[in-house]
Nanobody, 124 residues
Framework: QVQLVESGGGLVQAGGSLRLSCAASGRTFSSYGMGWFRQAPGKEREFVATISWNGGATYIADSVKGRFTISRDNAKNRVYLEMNSLKPEDTAVYYC?????????????????WGQGTQVTVSS
């Protein structure tokens, strides 16, 4: 059974940084693309970033481009989201997700498995 467990969320002041981590288990991690999404209260789940099976391709949403970076370590079965220059509008629950193939994925329906989420709160 696939499990995804996020960590690294918390409360940070505007302009600060956080690094989210997602630990995966249950199937061969290096075979699948991964993604990060976020959901703020009262809003739909929003795509943040995606990375291909070997990290050779990545894509970052325009709303966070230049501030967020996605990476992965297949030896550790982990995917990361480095978040810098955080803004209050980045406040949300952040979810890690695993694709059904090795490529990038941009919408929630392209993902098979989801973590439970980690809260990120950015104060002004």
């Amino acid at each position: 059974q696939v499990q995804l467990v996020e960590s690294g969320g918390g409360l940070v002041q505007a302009g600060g940084s956080l690094r989210l981590s997602c630990a995966a288990s249950g199937r061969t991690f290096s075979s699948y693309g991964m993604g990060w999404f976020r959901q703020a209260p009262g809003k739909e789940r929003e795509f943040v970033a995606t990375i291909s099976w070997n990290g050779g391709a990545t894509y970052i949403a325009d709303s966070v481009k230049g501030r967020f970076t996605i990476s992965r370590d297949n030896a550790k079965n982990r995917v990361y989201l480095e978040m810098n220059s955080l803004k209050p509008e980045d406040t949300a629950v952040y979810y890690c997700a695993q694709r059904r193939n090795s490529a990038l994925g941009f919408g929630p329906t392209e993902y098979d498995y989801w973590g439970q989420g980690t809260q990120v709160t950015v104060s002004s």
